[in-house]
Nanobody, 123 residues
């Protein structure tokens, strides 16, 4: 069993930056691809970014490419999402997720989910 806990969310002005962290316990993350997802009020959950188990491959939704960076530190059992140049439309609850098969993220499926952290971007 893997427990995931997100942190680092908050209120930020448009154009600002935040770094989200996802700390895992219960099992090493080395075997898992990791992903970040988000869900805005009244909208479906959507994929944001993913990283392979060893960090060798990363993937992003088009709207965050060039602004967000996903990374991981397997030694610390932690995954990060650096978010720069934040926009109003980035406002959402952000969730991290773990799965042994990265392609499952395409279907918004994952073995394990965190509880989410709120990111609010103001004008």
């Amino acid at each position: 069993q893997v427990q995931l806990v997100e942190s680092g969310g908050g209120l930020v002005q448009a154009g600002g930056s935040l770094r989200l962290s996802c700390a895992a316990s219960g099992r090493t993350l080395r075997s898992y691809a990791m992903g970040w997802f988000r869900q805005a009020p009244g909208k479906e959950r959507e994929f944001v970014a993913a990283i392979s188990w060893n960090g060798g491959n990363t993937y992003y939704r088009e709207s965050v490419t060039g602004r967000f960076t996903i990374s991981r530190d397997n030694g610390k059992n932690t995954v990060y999402l650096q978010m720069n140049s934040l926009k109003l439309e980035d406002t959402a609850v952000y969730y991290c997720a773990a799965d042994t098969a990265l392609h499952n993220f395409d279907n918004l499926v994952a073995h394990y989910w965190g509880q989410g952290t709120q990111v609010t971007v103001s004008s």
